[in-house]
Structures are given as structure tokens and as C-alpha cells.
DNA sequence: CGTAGGCTTGAGAGGAATCAAGTGCGGTGG
DNA sequence: CCACCGCACTTGATTCCTCTCAAGCCTACG
């Protein structure tokens, strides 16, 4: 909440936010088809959220960090349409969304970042239909691990190095590949000497030549 | 508008409303970069929403019709992140944000209809994810043509025929595929004897066959 | 110390892209 | 009114990227 607010107005988001819920590893915070009462900010861990089709297949919908608001999928119907998973064990803030409503009536600001946090994945979600529908292995995954140092590097951490908190599994389910290119495609760019990985744990020798990956320089 | 509103409202969210603009087929709504200030309501007409990659490829986003809202992507940076494009005349209302933000503080079905419309476009963006992430041509297209039907059905058209308002180039941007596989995939759909094909002109003969081809029965 | 799950790597198959040629409709102008 | 042109579309041949199937490895964990 980046924005000038009065000591009153801040007291009531406070009173918002009171509500914590810890979430362990594989545990699921919601479940499609669960009654939607609540948005949830996440203070510590990491969780993936993801779709099921009819059929059994699933996909990961996208990966979401300390600072992030999740469970927007369930207020079109009163019921969430997705599963959120943590990946590690994970705190929330419980943020019941009658009374978010209830406050960003009085609260300008509150209303104005409600929406821009909804704006901002609706334009998240467009990217990734960019990526999915028009880009190959090795542009996914460049495009994939450059979002996620800078969303790191947001948050304070190192923008060479950092550790994966999903399986290649996970990964290949968000960009519509299998676990199988995720780990070919991060071999081969270990061979061109872009990457440096250990297990779970990635450093990027060479963020240029992930950029040129993306965007090639005869363009 | 389907809340139970008092005569006072209506006629304030009719101000919003005012305005119309009319668009003519290729001419743009709004294009990326544009600085944001309304959200359009479409009366008239058919939509398609693309953004682009900094490499010049681009990738439809949506196909919008009359009811839908667009311009939701412009909120969080005031400024606009994708193209809209008029596939034929068109006409929208204009509904400036301010205001609708302003009177969505005092009108609390408007502000819970406004949270559903953005909640309802990531809910399908989702489905596009699992769409483009998983799915193989056929399943794309079948899924297509019955999400097309089905919204065209809500508006009173015939559940088996209607015209296409888009090229196959822009069908196969939507679904990640080239116009030569939907035009492949159609003709092979018409040898199935499961839709039959004018032009832009399309009957679907066999729903139950589309329905199948996206959940196989053995599941 | 043994095991399971996650990961890597290889070989082969397959689905969609690409490249290419040709068709037909609609619009324009003579 | 008709001929011409361009654009959208169809269809075929070939290529290639990714999937699938398979085997084996490594590491964390019980």
C-alpha cells in the first residue's frame, strides 16, 4: 500500500490484515469449487496456482511470492476456480473481501490499489497467452527466468542467483512444455555458458544473452 | 446491470454511459501506449484484443462481442498494454474510470459488478492458459467454436450457425497455432461431417462430436 | 543404508510449422 | 458488364521442434 493515508484510514487496513493462516509445503490454500470469503497476501513462502480441465490435465496458472495477492479467481462466483498449492511453508494474511469492499468504499486509495492489483493480472495473464501461443523452449525459459529474478530482485535478493522453489515438472505445466525440455533446455544453456545450476539452485552468468534469447538484437 | 438498484442510481450509472463512439471495421479502440481513461462497454459490433512482443510477433488476446467490457488492461499502469481492433462497425459506450470509480464508492452493486467484470476476464485468460498450455489443435478449436456459440447463444443467435467475424491468421493467433493448421483442422472437422463450412459461414452439425473431442469419453 | 522422487539424457515418433502452389471470392476500374 | 487484381483460404510436401518412452543417476530423507 504505497499510498498517503491517514493514520485512521491505515488502522482500518490494519484490522483487514489481522487474520493470519500458516500453510504448509504441498498444502493447499484453496481448492477449486471452495466458497470464496477471502483474498490472501502472502507475507513468507512460495505457492503455485493451477487449473484443472475435465479431463485430468492440469496447468499452472502461475507462481506467486511474499507480496502478492492471491485468490482473485473466486469473486465472479462466490467460489474459487483454481487450486493454490505451497510450494514451501507459507504465512498469509486472511483479507475477508466483504470488508475490503466494505473499506475501499470510503478509502480512495484502497479502491484505486484493489483494482491496479487486479489490472496488473489481467496484463500478467496476457503476457504469459504471448508467451504459450507464440514462443519456443528456450524463449519460454529465458522469458520465464528473467521474470523471476526481477521479481526477486524486487524483493531484495540477488539478481544472478537463487533457488528454485518448483519442480522442472511445475515449470514445464506453466509454459506448456514437459519436465523433460525444461531440463534439456536448461542443460543446453548451461553448455552455452548462460547458466550455472546445482540442483534447485540457478545462478545466471549471462543475463545478456538471456535478453538476446528473448529478443533477438536483428530485430 | 442485473442488481436491484433504486431509480437515483440508475440514472447516474446512465450518465456514465453517455457517451457513445463509433469504430469502423480495422480502425482501432485503443492502442498500446495510450494513456488510459475509460473503460468501453460494446453495443454494437465485434472486437479483437492483441498485444505485442518486442520483436514484432503478436498474439490475440481475445475476441470481444456486444455486452462485453474492454480496456481493463489500461488500469494499473494508466495506460493502455494491448491493441483493440474493430473487426467490423462498431459502436461503444464510453465510461470514464474516474467516474466509474467514483460512483462504484457510493453504489455497491456497481462496485461488486465491476470486481466480477475483472475477475471474470482472469478466470478466462486462465482457460486460454490451459488452452494454449495443454491442448492439441483440434481440442483448441473445438473449444473455440463452442466457447464462440455458447456466448452467441446468451445473446439470442442460433446455437448451430453463425459467421466467423475473424480471418483464420486470427483464430490461430488466439489459439498459439497457424491459419494453415485451422484451416487444416476445419477441413478435417467437415470430413468428420461435424460442422459444415461457407466461407465465414459456419454450421456445427455434431456438437455432441466437438463436446467429445474436448473431454474423450474414456475419462 | 535403502528407497523414492526428481532429474538427466538418449532414441524415436509425431504433430504442427514452414514453404509452396493454386483456388475462389469480392472489390475496382475500364 | 466484364476483366483484373488482391486477399483470404485450401491443400500438399517437407522439415523440425517437442513429446513420448525408456533407462539410469543423484540426492534428500526416512
Chains 1, 2 share one sequence.
Do not use: W
Not at 7 to 29: G, M, P, Q
Not at 118 to 123: N, Q
Not at 173 to 189: Q, V
Request: hydrophobic residues 40%; proline residues 2%.
Amino acid at each position: 500500500m504505497p499510498a498517503a493515508l491517514d493514520a485512521d484510514d491505515l488502522r482500518r487496513i490494519d484490522e483487514i490484515v489481522a487474520t493470519r493462516r500458516r500453510v504448509r509445503r504441498r498444502e493447499t490454500l484453496f481448492r477449486t469449487g471452495d466458497r470464496f470469503t477471502s483474498l490472501f497476501a502472502i507475507r513468507s513462502g512460495f505457492f503455485k496456482t493451477r487449473v484443472a480441465s475435465e479431463d485430468g490435465r492440469d496447468q499452472v496458472t502461475g507462481f506467486q511470492m511474499a507480496g502478492e495477492i492471491i485468490g482473485l479467481d473466486g469473486i465472479v462466483n462466490d467460489e474459487h476456480s483454481c487450486d493454490a498449492v505451497a510450494l514451501e511453508d507459507a504465512e498469509v494474511c486472511v483479507m475477508p473481501f466483504q470488508r475490503i469492499e466494505a473499506l475501499s468504499r470510503e478509502v480512495k486509495a484502497l479502491q484505486r490499489h484493489i483494482h491496479q492489483i487486479m489490472s496488473r493480472e489481467i496484463v500478467r495473464d496476457h503476457g504469459v497467452m504471448l508467451l504459450l501461443g507464440s514462443m519456443r523452449a528456450e524463449e519460454r525459459l529465458a522469458a520465464f527466468l528473467l521474470n523471476l529474478v526481477q521479481r526477486l530482485r524486487a524483493r531484495g535478493f540477488s539478481q544472478s542467483e537463487f533457488i528454485l522453489r518448483m519442480t522442472r515438472e511445475e515449470i514445464g505445466s506453466y509454459m506448456g512444455l514437459t519436465l523433460e525440455t525444461i531440463s534439456r533446455t536448461m542443460s543446453k544453456f548451461v553448455a552455452d555458458g548462460i547458466l550455472e545450476i546445482d540442483q534447485r539452485k540457478v545462478r545466471i552468468v549471462d543475463p545478456e544473452a538471456l535478453q538476446r534469447i528473448l529478443n533477438p538484437p536483428g530485430c
